[in-house]
């Protein structure tokens, strides 16, 4: 306005924009550029305090100026792909969870607009697709993180967290599935065939190696003169180094695979040298021969726990062989069968004969001197008066 008196240089100005009834605002954000608004409002008051508060925000960093505001969840989520690959996790997952699910529902909603309603109707499209409730909580949780990250950025690109704690679903489909040793030797011996397959079912099944782990895995991380794997730190899911001792049977398999090859080759390669990348072809073809169809390559990580634990590793360290950081996750896989269940009704018999048969000698022990000193004093024992 003509004759507004002129502000401090740099903190912005309100001036009148033609056409428009309400008094706008112009000020520069964290990264120098100019930013204009309308203040929605007739009154120097509103426009002095909307100023006020949008320089406050651009100085530390806070501001959502308002092309920001019409962002939409796709380009939020292009972050997420980026922090994967930055950080050398699975992208192919994250991508095929947006490609198939969040893209068509949330891909062109602006981010400001997903709250309540949406989440709801999500949850709700989802479940008449069958969708496991798992599932569904690892996609909500994957937008959870488009918007943690958008919101850490600086400028902002969002306002707020997206807060799904009333909306994560209660999972009751935890497997509980796990290979004993009988079937483990009949999966081996089908998988003999294929080199990586069988060194790949043996870590797994005696270390409990996720997928991931494994098929990232290059030849430098084999110490075959300490015969030690190590898997770096930042490259497992914890995001925790660990190093495992080979047993005589892996340290064979491994032995075989890095025959040949350079530090930086993967560990687990096709005949044809090709790193293995996807192996569900395979792992089914080896279920179907072993007659154990459904059986999930991560049913190997509980039975490795489990194992551990049944054949006297301490807790402490079959949860740092594994890599389990979380105790209530390691007790998960800590799976009790049907035979663990025999086996402790034949040990809580078994206790309670042997407890039955202290307790008669150490009955035997008080009984019987007692018994001979009575009998003894009967025989010695004068009468209190005489008939």
Not at 128 to 145: D, F, H, M, V, Y
Not at 221 to 247: C, F, M, S, Y
Not at 362 to 385: Q, R, T, V
Request: hydrophobic fraction near 40%.
């Amino acid at each position: 306005m003509e004759n507004e008196k002129r502000r401090p240089r740099g903190s912005g100005s309100i001036y009148q924009q033609p056409g428009s009834r309400f008094l706008w605002i112009a000020f520069h954000d964290a990264n120098g550029k100019l930013v204009r608004e309308s203040s929605k409002s007739e009154k120097q008051t509103d426009a002095q305090n909307l100023l006020k508060k949008r320089a406050g925000e651009a100085a530390n960093g806070t501001l959502i100026a308002p092309k920001i505001q019409r962002i939409t969840v796709a380009e939020l989520f292009e972050a997420v792909v980026t922090d994967y690959r930055n950080n050398e996790k699975t992208v192919e997952w994250v991508e095929r969870v947006w490609k198939l699910h969040l893209e068509p529902f949330f891909g062109n909603m602006r981010a400001a607009n997903v709250g309540t309603d949406a989440l709801a109707a999500y949850i709700s499209k989802r479940k008449e697709e069958k969708a496991a409730n798992g599932t569904i909580n690892r996609e909500l949780a994957l937008l959870r993180r488009a918007f943690t990250l958008g919101y850490k950025s600086r400028p902002r690109k969002v306002s707020f967290l997206l807060d799904l704690s009333e909306y994560m679903l209660e999972e009751n489909n935890v497997r509980t599935g796990f290979v004993d040793e009988a079937q483990y030797r009949i999966l081996a011996d089908k998988a003999a065939g294929q080199l990586w397959l069988r060194t790949m079912l043996a870590l797994g099944y005696t270390y409990g190696f996720r997928k991931a782990e494994l098929l990232g895995m290059r030849a430098s991380q084999v110490d075959l003169l300490a015969r030690t794997i190590r898997l770096n730190p930042g490259e497992t899911k914890n995001g925790e180094g660990r190093i495992v001792t080979l047993t005589e049977s892996c340290y064979v398999l491994v032995l075989e695979l890095v025959k040949g090859k350079h530090a930086d080759d993967f560990l687990l390669t096709r005949a044809s040298g090709e790193p293995v990348r996807e192996f569900r072809g395979a792992w089914s073809a080896l279920t179907d021969a072993a007659k154990m169809p459904g059986l999930l390559f991560h049913d190997l990580r509980r039975s490795a726990v489990r194992n551990m634990v049944r054949r006297g590793v301490t807790e402490r360290v079959a949860m740092r062989i594994s890599g389990h950081k979380s105790r209530s996750v390691f007790d998960r896989y800590n799976i009790v069968s049907e035979s663990d269940l025999a086996d402790a009704a034949l040990k809580v018999e078994q206790g309670g004969k042997a407890e039955l048969a202290r307790a008669n000698v150490i009955h035997s022990s008080f009984i019987e001197p007692a018994k001979n000193e009575a009998d003894s004093g009967k025989e010695n024992a004068k009468p209190l008066y005489n008939q």
